[in-house]
């Protein structure tokens, strides 16, 4: 196994260049991409939730996260499950006014 995928869900969105179950999840577009989840995170204020557990962030996004020495902050941006992402897609900030 790639060491990269160690502790990852195998469908993780940060593993589709690893695992063959994240790029099957990826072109049913079943999960969003590792860039979309980057974008949630810093755009919108969200952090998207790992798909086998609604309450911890994507433990790519953490790992990616990590790699670039930027820290998670869940104050700034709460886990968003996926329960909720997974139905109603992933979501956008509130414009301001």
Same mark, same amino acid.
């Given at each position: 196994?790639?060491? !990269? =995928?160690?502790? /990852? =869900?195998?469908? =993780?969105?940060?593993?589709?260049?690893?695992?063959?179950?994240?790029? *099957?999840?990826?072109?049913?577009?079943?999960?969003?991409?590792?860039? #979309?989840?980057?974008?949630?995170?810093?755009?919108?204020?969200?952090?998207?939730?790992?798909? #086998?557990? #609604?309450?911890?962030?994507?433990? %790519? /996004? &953490? !790992?990616?996260?990590?790699?670039?020495?930027?820290?998670?902050?869940?104050? *700034?941006?709460?886990?968003? %499950?996926?329960? &909720?992402?997974?139905?109603?897609?992933?979501? *956008?900030?509130?414009?301001? #006014?």
């Amino acid at each position: 196994m790639n060491k !990269r =995928c160690d502790n /990852l =869900c195998k469908a =993780c969105p940060f593993e589709a260049a690893f695992s063959e179950a994240a790029c *099957k999840a990826q072109n049913y577009g079943c999960l969003p991409t590792a860039s #979309d989840i980057v974008s949630a995170y810093r755009n919108d204020n969200v952090t998207i939730s790992c798909h #086998d557990n #609604d309450k911890l962030p994507c433990r %790519g /996004l &953490v !790992r990616y996260l990590n790699e670039i020495k930027e820290r998670l902050d869940f104050k *700034k941006a709460p886990v968003y %499950g996926y329960s &909720v992402w997974h139905q109603n897609g992933l979501p *956008k900030r509130a414009e301001e #006014d």
